[in-house]
């Protein structure tokens, strides 16, 4: 049963502090895709890869922000360090380039206090 | 942003009558799709209909798009309890850039 994993499913953390976000794609999928969705802003595309190649992280906050794919099953979105404003859910999906679906985890419900 | 926006933000029917959502977007695509997202949960792919096309079926969905206007539709007949979850447009830019809509968020009443 194919599917895109994220851990961890939830996290809270204190102002300040490091996240990390991590998320592995289905396998044989060459792009990956980060989210991030809140109530007042909707999904936003923070970062999005290609055959482990960042292609596009411009929806993302650079100062504080990073996201990484050390290989083919890992893909990795930092936060450090972390505020309130962050307290969002993020997603990762995954899909094969020009492709017709794109496969979504669970989420990653991050609260930030 | 390139981000499409949907309307109605949020519709409430009751079961067996037909829904309808739309959606807008700003540049040309490649594609157009649909996802559905029940409450808490990831985004799930209903449906795509391709730049070139101006109407697509799959069961009780009916999706059509109009690159003139640069707009959208999906229709859900005969609606059921079990629709009700929130239902967001994307659009494909390049090949492998995917925005999404604001969403819909459809109650489907007993």
């Known amino acids: 049963d194919a599917r895109v994993t994220q851990t961890p499913r939830h996290k809270v953390t204190e102002m300040g502090q490091e996240v990390t976000m991590r998320c592995q794609p289905i396998l044989g999928h060459n792009t990956v895709f980060w989210y991030r969705q809140t109530m007042m802003q909707g999904l936003e595309l923070l970062a999005y890869f290609r055959n482990r190649a960042p292609l596009d992280d411009s929806g993302m906050p650079k100062d504080r922000f990073s996201a990484e794919m050390p290989d083919a099953t890992l893909a990795t979105l930092k936060i450090q360090p972390s505020e309130p404003r962050d307290s969002a859910v993020y997603f990762c999906?995954?899909?094969?380039?020009?492709?017709?679906?794109?496969?979504f985890g669970q989420g990653t419900r991050l609260t930030v206090v | 942003s390139q981000q499409g926006e949907e309307d109605p933000q949020a519709l409430s029917i009751q079961e067996g009558e037909n829904a309808t959502m739309n959606c807008s977007y700003k540049t040309s695509i490649n594609n157009l799709q649909w996802y559905r997202q029940n409450s808490g949960r990831g985004l799930v792919h209903l449906i795509l209909?391709?730049?070139?096309?101006r109407e697509k079926h799959s069961g009780r969905l009916r999706v059509t798009l109009d690159t003139s206007k640069k707009s959208s539709s999906l229709l859900i007949t005969a609606s059921r309890a079990a629709d009700t979850a929130s239902y967001f447009c994307?659009?494909?830019?390049?090949?492998?850039?995917?925005?999404f809509g604001t969403g819909t968020r459809l109650q489907v009443f007993p």
């Open positions: 999906a995954s899909g094969f380039q020009g492709y017709t679906e794109a496969f």
């Open positions: 994307a659009t494909l830019y390049n090949t492998d850039k995917l925005i």
């Open positions: 209909i391709r730049s070139n096309e």
